[in-house]
């Protein structure tokens, strides 16, 4: 069982990336999952989720209007479109999946059954 995040790196503020987080072992649309990130010096944060029972995804605000979250469930893949970055966007991105996640818990670390690895995303210029 494996979650496997890719797609970071260095962008211009005002450019976009789109990170992927693929998975094995299991059936990604079976879970509720989620991106999270962590800042230097800070703690992770969710900043996006999609349930596992509907497609209605879910942003904090920071994020809003700026990132999408999308499943392809053919690829057994979630993503992250990352729009209109700003510096204060420069973080590692993880993945997460949870098979019990629920409203209460969408948001918060024990939330989540599996974590991607992590990949850094650096919006400098």
């Known amino acids: 069982v494996q979650l496997q995040a890719s797609g970071g790196g260095l962008v211009q503020p005002g450019g976009s990336l789109r990170l992927s987080c693929a998975a094995s072992?299991?059936?990604?649309?079976?879970?509720?999952v989620a991106w999270f990130r962590q800042a230097p010096g800070k703690e992770r944060e969710w900043i996006s989720g999609?349930?596992?029972?509907?497609?209605?995804?879910f942003y904090t605000d920071s994020v809003k209007g700026r990132f999408t979250i999308s499943r392809d469930t053919a690829k057994n893949t979630v993503y992250l479109q990352m729009n209109s970055l700003k510096p204060e966007d420069t973080a590692v991105y993880y993945c997460?999946?949870?098979?019990?996640?629920?409203?209460?818990?969408?948001?918060?670390?024990?939330?989540?059954?599996?974590w991607g690895q992590g990949t850094l995303v650096t919006v400098s210029s």
């Open positions: 999609m349930k596992r029972s509907n497609s209605n995804p």
């Open positions: 072992g299991f059936t990604l649309a079976a879970t509720t």
């Open positions: 997460a999946s949870g098979y019990r996640t629920i409203t209460s818990t969408m948001r918060t670390l024990g939330g989540y059954d599996y």
